[in-house]
């Protein structure tokens, strides 16, 4: 089968145009940090697949982890059933997050944990009996995922401009950029608090609508207006947690905890998906407390037994240690190579606009590293384990791509892939 040649006939690939869409390399195999393609070359992963890959491509533990499971148990629905290799990573789960959320709701990607964080803090609210508050302050700038909630709590200006009529209508807060006094968050959440149910953000980055780091500070002022209006915190972890801005959790930089964190992405290793919610047992208690008692969500692949002992290898890895120094040696070697913006594993260089697309498949192909740009972002988000040497090459083809000329620019929200 010509497998290139079915996949332009059939395939729809992600924010890709099927009238010309970008050429897509065929992947034998991966390992570690790198891409196998059919022809037998190799590409490194600077990205993570997503960002997702924290401990590199088929990592041994992980897979026969889901090999083990899958002799056993590859599935059975969660409602009237638990099993082994959830109730372990519930207890994992419990183990690393802040103290006191150790309530764990299971989901099937990253954005249906946001969707299940919104619905608690509403139905946490209902419960209270305060029904009016039914929408979330966000902060502009944000991103938490592609299905409609999930897009309606991010950026209003952002990627998913296109489906604002569909979307519901949340407040928003200023994006924070080291203005700390001219920040409305306070002015925002006091306007509309008889309304609001919670408060969301991506703690100390904000990745795939701004590429924004930004102070600790900013958290604990939300932390003290939150706690004000009894209004619950959720931090967004999916992209930023599980060591890849430094500590275990980005929001540690503040030394508060959220009422509601949401986890994701290097959850599973990057192996198979997952993610998962964990509310406090005071914003469980209340919910479940209230009328209905039940909380309402139940996705069909919620607790995948394949994906939890993914989960479980893979927390695992992490608690064997030494990721925060992994993490420092990546910050390091980005700021020798004088990537412009840094944060743990993350490094960034913003340019007016995007190369032309032959220009960057030319860096791709001559750096043998696997890019992928968007706006006008040219980053690195490499696999938490990936060696000085595979780092110094990223940043080679970082550097490249940066100072080619910018190309054709195709409208605001543009990923000119």
């Known amino acids: 089968m010509n497998y290139l040649a079915y996949d332009r006939r059939y395939i729809w690939h992600p924010y890709a145009s099927l009238k010309d869409p970008p050429p897509v390399r065929l992947v034998k195999s991966a390992a570690g940090t790198e891409l196998e393609l059919a022809d037998g070359s190799h590409l490194t992963d600077a990205v993570s697949s997503w960002w997702c890959v924290a401990h590199g491509h088929n990592h041994p533990k992980i897979v026969e982890a889901i090999r083990r499971q899958s002799e056993k148990l590859s599935h059975v629905m969660f409602?009237?059933?638990?099993?082994?290799?959830?109730?372990?990573?519930?207890?994992?789960?419990?183990k690393m997050a802040p103290a006191g959320l150790d309530k764990v709701f299971f989901a099937d990607s990253g954005s249906i944990a946001v969707e299940v964080a919104a619905k608690m803090c509403i139905q946490y609210q209902h419960a209270k009996g305060r029904p009016n508050r039914r929408k979330l302050?966000?902060?502009?700038?944000?991103?938490?995922?592609?299905?409609?909630?999930?897009m309606a709590l991010?950026?209003?200006d952002g990627m998913h401009v296109l489906f604002a009529g569909m979307m519901p209508k949340h407040f928003f807060a200023a994006m924070p950029n080291g203005k700390l006094d001219d920040w409305d968050f306070e002015k925002e959440l006091d306007a509309h608090q008889a309304e609001i149910a919670g408060v969301i953000c991506e703690p100390i980055f904000q990745a795939a609508n701004a590429m924004n780091f930004y102070d600790a500070e900013y958290l604990r002022r939300m932390r003290r207006a939150c706690d004000a209006y009894d209004i619950p915190l959720v931090f967004d972890e999916i992209a930023a947690g599980l060591y890849r801005t430094g500590p275990r959790w980005a929001h540690e930089r503040a030394g508060i905890k959220p009422d509601i964190m949401t986890v994701g992405k290097a959850l599973t290793g990057g192996h198979i998906t997952l993610a998962a919610t964990l509310a406090s047992e005071a914003v469980a208690d209340v919910i479940s407390s209230g009328t209905p008692s039940a909380f309402m969500h139940g996705p069909t692949y919620m607790a995948n037994p394949l994906a939890c002992a993914a989960a479980n290898a893979s927390l695992e890895l992490f608690a064997q240690g030494g990721y925060e120094e992994k993490v420092a040696q990546i910050e390091r070697v980005f700021k020798e190579e004088g990537i412009p913006q840094v944060l743990g594993a993350v490094g960034v260089i913003k340019v007016p606009c995007l190369p032309a697309r032959a220009d960057i498949e030319r860096v791709i192909d001559e750096h043998r590293v696997w890019l992928r740009p968007f706006c006008n972002f040219i980053y690195a988000m490499p696999p938490l384990t990936t060696d000085e040497p595979a780092l110094r090459r990223i940043c080679a083809?970082?550097?490249?791509?940066a100072a080619c000329p910018p190309g054709p620019d195709l409208g605001e929200g543009d990923f000119h892939e």
């Open 397 to 401: 083809a970082l550097k490249d791509l």
């Open 137 to 150: 302050l966000a902060l502009k700038g944000g991103y938490h995922g592609d299905t409609a909630c999930a």
């Open 154 to 156: 991010s950026d209003p």
């Open 79 to 94: 409602g009237g059933f638990t099993h082994e290799p959830a109730v372990e990573l519930a207890w994992r789960l419990a």
